[in-house]
């Protein structure tokens, strides 16, 4: 197996140069591996193996393999050679801080088999970080400038109820029990439930016994599982893994996080527990801004600090056509009080992923030049900040939430993307307190040189290869360095196929393809003027594409502001929420504000109080801006007091009319609460 990993190694790394040290070991190593061989083995160290407080060195060239349950509480462990995880024991290792060097590799030998458990645990002893020695807090985690590469055995991440389940059950029936699930797995069962100020209902529960399509549980299910069409499918997320990553303490300050600082990643059916410290339901702290002039200084008591999460590619590059993706496949995020799986400038694939019980956002892209897939991911329980509702600002300027420079994706958000350039399909959403799904696609600011991030300008002809319209594009470009375009411009690479239910809102757009200058004038923070001069005649930008939408017992269905050219198709949204006098499940849609083109074929909205309204500029003619085809409501909320308020340009294709004597009149039309939404 040793000869295998150092094949394996030389494939991953090539014979590039090594990379400067982002950690240094905070004092001179206690145990150097002098030889090929196990852990356990003295005769590995050249005496006694690592004990408690040990700072240990695997020197290049050199491989050990973990194939015991190590008791020792290791403070550090530099791996320059190769550290393997055997797969057919169980294996634990204790430390504080794992560093792999560009040199090093961490991988399992195989996949670690069914019946066996491999676990990291990231150990503390209660002291914060020692800043003097590690300013920059990346250490008490697992921190990889090398390759990764470590599989768990097989587990079908998610399986379909086969109709509702009710509170008191002790059983679910699905639709077809996953071969891999077994007596003793975890499960999520999702909400199917929102209101604001009560708790989310998904709920987790173990496995008893599994006979044919059935699953009997340990515990008695506390709340109704109840779809709103018989097309709305209710689905149930494993979270048993047999790789962990865990932190000792569930202290926020404490806990470990992993950062991936190369592309040389590839990690399938392992779990991420009770990782991250960054907290997203309070602003972060890097920064001083002036909310007046909006300038900016460093904070010299970081107290929340950004980009320690479970799961963070950090700065990979993002080049089409180099270096093959990173891979996360069947992994799960468990109990994080910021993000969960976390794109930042890199190249990313993430399939088959659950993220369960976080605070800020399960799945998110940070910069917005980022590439890769989102395919076949759940996300279930976004708590965001307790007590409080971000329907409207995220960024700026927020009464409920004021915000340095580039803090977003805090409201309990499903899904976040930040850029555009992204495939993402066959994805759930479910009891968020934010959005199922938001693409903001203004890109962020690269608060290390106050600068917004662009798209690379030479990667546009590579990543939207095959685009009917790509020779016509003409976009924006930020005046500095190279000129990247400027993201809101560019439109979405592929978004098909997502359900999101008991959320706040199902799905939104926002800043999206679109000839937007207001977001980047937005005060305290005004970049428009880094724009390279242009005129308005010139832009071109191309279509956008989105379709199979499945919208569910949300607070609201979809929103979309400061979007254009988008053909939205197959698009459902549905309610049997409970309703409540202060927020009652009120609009299916929203479209207003600089929205410009969109075309929707195959709309259903039904539940809803107003099917939805559609607002914008009154010196332009909404009639090129709106059109629906093969549309169909059913508002049986029957608030028909709305079919007189307010005035709207016409519409293509949107007349007021009831399609049956239960419905309320479908009315496109801004209500007088319109604000409050």
Request: hydrophobic share 40%; charged share 20%.
């Amino acid at each position: 197996m040793i000869a295998i990993t150092v094949f394996l190694l030389l494939i991953f790394t090539g014979a590039g140069p090594a990379l400067a040290q982002v950690l240094t070991p905070p004092g001179a190593f206690t145990h150097t591996a002098a030889l090929n061989g196990d852990w356990a083995s003295s005769m590995t160290w050249n005496g006694s193996a690592p004990a408690d407080d040990a700072i240990v060195r695997v020197p290049q060239h050199t491989t050990v393999v973990l194939s015991t349950q190590e008791a020792a509480r290791i403070d550090y462990l530099q791996v320059e050679g190769t550290l393997e995880i055997a797969g057919t024991s169980d294996t634990q290792l204790m430390v504080g801080t794992l560093y792999v060097t560009s040199t090093g590799a961490l991988l399992t030998s195989g996949s670690v088999a069914v019946g066996n458990r491999a676990e990291i645990i990231f150990i503390n002893d209660g002291s914060p970080i020692d800043r003097t020695w590690d300013p920059e807090e990346r250490s008490r985690g697992l921190i990889s400038q090398g390759v990764v590469q470590i599989y768990g055995a097989a587990k079908t991440h998610v399986a379909q109820l086969a109709g509702d389940a009710h509170a008191g059950a002790t059983s679910l029936s699905l639709l077809g029990v996953p071969a891999d699930w077994a007596a003793g797995d975890e499960i999520v069962v999702a909400g199917t439930q929102f209101q604001r100020n009560m708790p989310l209902e998904d709920e987790t529960v173990t496995i008893q016994s599994v006979s044919g399509s059935t699953i009997y549980l340990n515990e008695t299910l506390q709340y109704s599982h109840l779809h709103a069409d018989p097309e709305m499918k209710i689905h149930v997320a494993n979270l048993t893994r047999n790789v962990v990553f865990r932190s000792e303490s569930t202290g926020i300050p404490l806990r470990g996080h992993l950062m991936f600082l190369q592309p040389n990643v590839d990690i399938r059916y392992a779990s991420f527990i009770d990782l991250g410290r960054t907290d997203k339901s309070i602003p972060l702290d890097e920064i001083l801004v002036d909310t007046e002039t909006g300038a900016v200084s460093p904070n010299p008591n970081i107290q929340n600090r950004r980009g320690r999460y479970p799961i963070h590619f950090h700065l990979n590059g993002t080049l089409p056509g180099q270096d093959p993706p990173s891979k996360i496949y069947g992994c799960v995020v468990r109990r994080t009080p910021g993000w969960g799986f976390v794109n930042h400038s890199s190249h990313v694939d993430f399939q088959e992923n659950v993220c369960h019980d976080f605070a800020g956002a399960g799945f998110v892209t940070e910069a917005g030049d980022e590439l890769g897939n989102f395919f076949d991911n759940i996300a279930v329980r976004g708590t965001g900040v307790p007590g409080v509702y971000f329907p409207k600002r995220q960024v700026f300027r927020s009464e409920e939430r004021p915000q340095p420079l580039s803090d977003f994706a805090f409201g309990g958000d499903g899904f976040w993307f930040q850029g555009p350039a992204l495939r993402v399909k066959n994805n759930v959403a479910s009891s968020c307190s934010g959005t199922g799904m938001f693409w903001f696609t203004t890109g962020a600011v690269d608060i290390s040189n106050n600068k917004y991030v662009g798209f690379p300008t030479a990667d546009i002809n590579t990543v939207y290869s095959g685009h009917p319209a790509l020779s016509n594009l003409a976009v924006r470009t930020w005046n500095y360095g190279s000129q990247p375009a400027v993201l809101s411009d560019l439109p979405i690479l592929e978004m098909d196929n997502f359900d999101g239910y008991a959320c706040l809102a199902g799905f939104r757009v926002r800043f999206n393809n679109s000839f937007n200058n207001a977001f980047y004038y937005e005060s305290p923070y005004p970049y428009g003027n880094d724009f390279v001069a242009y005129n308005w005649e010139d832009i071109f930008r191309l279509g956008q594409s989105i379709s199979n939408l499945r919208l569910w017992n949300n607070e609201q269905g979809f929103k979309v502001r400061y979007s254009d050219k988008t053909d939205w198709s197959d698009v459902k949204v549905a309610n049997r929420l409970r309703f409540d006098d202060e927020h009652n499940p009120y609009v299916g849609a929203e479209m207003r504000h600089a929205i410009q083109f969109q075309k929707f074929t195959d709309l259903s909205i039904s539940g809803y109080a107003l099917a939805g309204w559609v607002v914008g500029p009154r010196d332009i003619d909404n009639s090129s801006r709106v059109e629906f085809v093969g549309q169909d409501y059913s508002n049986y909320a029957n608030f028909d007091t709305l079919t007189e308020l307010g005035t709207c340009e016409s519409i293509t294709g949107v007349s007021a009319f009831k399609t049956s004597t239960s419905s309320a009149t479908v009315n496109w039309q801004p209500h007088e609460d319109a604000e409050r939404f």
